[in-house]
C-alpha cells in the first residue's frame, strides 16, 4: 500500500491522482462566482492581489484577466510550476506556506478560496495563517475566505461512493471526529494499492468570527453561496466571509 508522508496536503495535492479525481471540478461556475465577488466588491484596477492556497492558478488567471494585479501562492511546489506558464508582467506565482508572511503591508485584498483553509492538526495554526493575512494586508485591506458551509456539509456527508475516472475506482469514505472531516481515498493503479486521506477542520461560522476578531479583522459581510445569497446555516452550502482589517 504506499502512502506518501508528511502533512496530507503537501503529498497529496502534488500527486497526478489528486488531479484526476477533482478533474471535472466546475471551473464555469467558481468563475461566475468570482465575477460576482469583484463585481461587489468593486475594486479599482490598480489593486495588488494575493491569492493565498492557489492550487494551479486558474483563479488567479481569472481575476488577473479582470484587470488586477494577482499574486498566486501554493504550498504544492508541483501546482506553483504548473500556474508558471501563465505569469506575466502583472500577474506572478510563489511556493509558500500560509502560515507564515509572504510580503508585509502589500496586498489590498488577500482571497482564500474554495475551502483552502483548516488544514491544519492544531486550531492555533489558523489563528498563524489569519495573522499572517493581516500582516500582508495594507491598512483597511480585505480578506475574503471562501469555505464549505460546516453545519450544511455535516448534515450532508456522503459516508460512502466510488468515482471512476481515467480507468481508476477511486473508493472514498468521508467521517467526522467532532473536529476534522475525512476524506479517505482508496485505489488501486497498475497492480499498486493506494491510500490518502483529506482532512480538514469543520470551521463554523461563529468560530470564523471569533478567529477573525482575535486577529484584528471586522466583518463586513457573509453570504452563503456563490450567487452571493444571504448565509443561512441550515440551507447555505457555502461560507463566505468578507472582512476588512482594523
Same mark, same amino acid.
Given at each position: 500500500?504506499?502512502?506518501?508522508?508528511?502533512? %496530507?496536503?503537501?503529498? %497529496?495535492?502534488?500527486?497526478?491522482?489528486?488531479?484526476?479525481?477533482?478533474?471535472?471540478?466546475?471551473?464555469?461556475?467558481?468563475? #461566475?462566482?468570482?465575477?460576482?465577488? !469583484?463585481?461587489?466588491?468593486?475594486?479599482?484596477?490598480?489593486?495588488?492581489?494575493?491569492?493565498?492556497?492557489?492550487?494551479?492558478?486558474?483563479?488567479? /488567471?481569472?481575476?488577473?484577466?479582470?484587470?488586477? &494585479?494577482?499574486?498566486?501562492?501554493?504550498?504544492?511546489?508541483?501546482?506553483?510550476?504548473?500556474?508558471?506558464?501563465? =505569469?506575466?508582467?502583472?500577474?506572478? $506565482?510563489?511556493?509558500?506556506?500560509?502560515?507564515?508572511?509572504?510580503?508585509?503591508?502589500?496586498?489590498? /485584498?488577500? $482571497?482564500?478560496?474554495?475551502?483552502?483553509?483548516?488544514?491544519?492538526?492544531?486550531?492555533?495554526?489558523? !489563528?498563524?495563517?489569519?495573522?499572517?493575512?493581516?500582516?500582508?494586508?495594507?491598512?483597511?485591506?480585505? /480578506?475574503?475566505?471562501?469555505?464549505?458551509?460546516?453545519?450544511?456539509?455535516?448534515?450532508?456527508?456522503? *459516508?460512502?461512493?466510488?468515482?471512476?475516472?481515467?480507468?481508476?475506482? $477511486?473508493?472514498?469514505?468521508?467521517?467526522?471526529?467532532?473536529?476534522?472531516?475525512?476524506?479517505? @481515498?482508496?485505489?488501486?493503479? &497498475?497492480?499498486? =494499492?493506494?491510500?490518502?486521506?483529506?482532512?480538514? &477542520?469543520?470551521?463554523?461560522? *461563529?468560530?470564523?468570527?471569533?478567529?477573525? *476578531?482575535?486577529?484584528? $479583522? =471586522?466583518?463586513?459581510? @457573509?453570504?452563503?453561496?456563490?450567487?452571493?445569497?444571504?448565509?443561512?446555516?441550515? =440551507?447555505?452550502? #457555502? !461560507?463566505?466571509? @468578507?472582512?476588512?482589517?482594523?
Amino acid at each position: 500500500m504506499d502512502e506518501l508522508k508528511g502533512e %496530507w496536503f503537501e503529498t %497529496w495535492f502534488d500527486t497526478s491522482y489528486y488531479h484526476i479525481l477533482y478533474q471535472n471540478r466546475d471551473f464555469t461556475e467558481a468563475e #461566475r462566482f468570482i465575477n460576482n465577488l !469583484l463585481g461587489y466588491l468593486d475594486l479599482p484596477k490598480n489593486v495588488n492581489c494575493l491569492d493565498l492556497a492557489c492550487g494551479k492558478g486558474r483563479h488567479s /488567471v481569472f481575476i488577473n484577466k479582470k484587470g488586477f &494585479q494577482v499574486t498566486g501562492v501554493d504550498l504544492s511546489s508541483n501546482s506553483i510550476k504548473e500556474a508558471k506558464p501563465f =505569469e506575466n508582467e502583472t500577474l506572478s $506565482f510563489d511556493t509558500h506556506d500560509m502560515r507564515e508572511v509572504y510580503k508585509e503591508n502589500t496586498f489590498d /485584498v488577500v $482571497f482564500n478560496l474554495f475551502t483552502s483553509f483548516g488544514y491544519f492538526d492544531d486550531y492555533d495554526d489558523n !489563528l498563524k495563517v489569519l495573522n499572517s493575512v493581516n500582516k500582508m494586508l495594507v491598512s483597511e485591506g480585505l /480578506v475574503v475566505i471562501d469555505f464549505m458551509n460546516a453545519d450544511y456539509t455535516l448534515d450532508h456527508l456522503v *459516508e460512502k461512493e466510488v468515482k471512476t475516472l481515467d480507468g481508476i475506482d $477511486f473508493n472514498i469514505t468521508k467521517s467526522y471526529d467532532g473536529k476534522h472531516i475525512f476524506k479517505n @481515498i482508496d485505489f488501486t493503479d &497498475q497492480g499498486k =494499492e493506494f491510500h490518502f486521506q483529506e482532512k480538514v &477542520q469543520a470551521i463554523k461560522k *461563529e468560530e470564523f468570527e471569533t478567529l477573525l *476578531e482575535k486577529t484584528g $479583522f =471586522e466583518i463586513q459581510n @457573509i453570504y452563503g453561496d456563490f450567487s452571493l445569497a444571504p448565509f443561512n446555516k441550515k =440551507e447555505s452550502d #457555502r !461560507l463566505i466571509i @468578507i472582512a476588512k482589517k482594523k
